[in-house]
């Protein structure tokens, strides 16, 4: 059973539009949900997160929201530049473990 | 936030050996993670390992396979023993950034990117 999912695995944009990236979830005990980036041959960086108390946060041109009811997460990141360009992991927090989705990989064209 | 150094970045390694990943962190952290990313698929929680106790492990890991080392509280080693082709994955280590308000997201290492042939 995966309890967290990306169900887009790659999404292309045109550099200054927005991009959305979708994140589902199952269990209703993750208490934080974050987002990551990872680029080939590093290590996943971390963006974003979220307590699972809040509607929104935001952090310059990244902002996640999370609809509790529908266990759904979003990272919107506006206006997309170039540099976007990576895997963007999805991930929810419980007992401090994170669990993945299984990330979503994000084209922004110049 | 804290830097990890994790080696080695990559190796090739014959059927039936092992291997012995390590982490060194710059600052002391309690827990320290193990995941691992399979080709196209995301990362999976290996083990945590805590400093003077015994790592715990995800369901589908065992310790015979994956023994985990914590000597002190900034340094880690995994071993993927009597390696087999379907080992062949990203292993990285990372801990978790806590804030005052919060969970900050986990560092993680660059990745050591292993092959077995």
């Known amino acids: 059973d995966q309890q967290v999912k990306q169900n887009s695995p790659s999404l292309s944009v045109q550099e200054g539009r927005i991009s959305i990236l979708n994140c589902d979830y199952t269990n209703s005990m993750f208490d934080y949900f974050l987002w990551y980036k990872k680029y080939p041959a590093e290590g996943p960086t971390f963006l974003i997160s979220i307590s699972s108390i809040k509607d929104k946060n935001e952090d310059g041109r990244f902002t996640v929201f999370l609809n509790k009811s529908a266990k759904h997460l979003s990272l919107h990141i506006v206006p997309s530049q170039p540099g976007d360009s990576a895997v963007y992991f999805c991930?929810?927090?419980?007992?401090?473990?994170?669990?993945f989705g299984d990330g979503t990989t994000l084209t922004v064209k110049p | 936030s804290a830097v990890i150094s994790q080696k080695p970045s990559r190796d090739i390694c014959q059927r039936g050996t092992s291997l012995t990943i390590q982490c060194q962190v710059d600052?002391?952290?309690?827990?320290m993670f193990w995941y691992r990313q399979q080709p196209g698929q995301s990362l999976t929680l290996i083990a945590t390992a805590n400093q003077g106790s015994e790592a715990t492990y995800e369901s589908g890991f065992v310790i015979d396979k994956f023994p985990i080392s914590r000597p002190n509280l900034t340094f880690s080693t995994l071993t993927v023993s009597n390696m087999s082709p379907e080992d062949s994955s990203i292993y990285l280590c990372?801990?978790?950034?806590?804030?005052?308000?919060?969970?900050?997201?986990?560092?993680f290492g660059s990745g050591t990117r292993l092959t077995v042939v």
């Open positions: 991930a929810a927090r419980h007992l401090g473990k994170s669990t």
């Open positions: 990372s801990v978790e950034d806590l804030r005052d308000w919060g969970p900050y997201g986990y560092t």
């Open positions: 600052s002391q952290v309690t827990m």
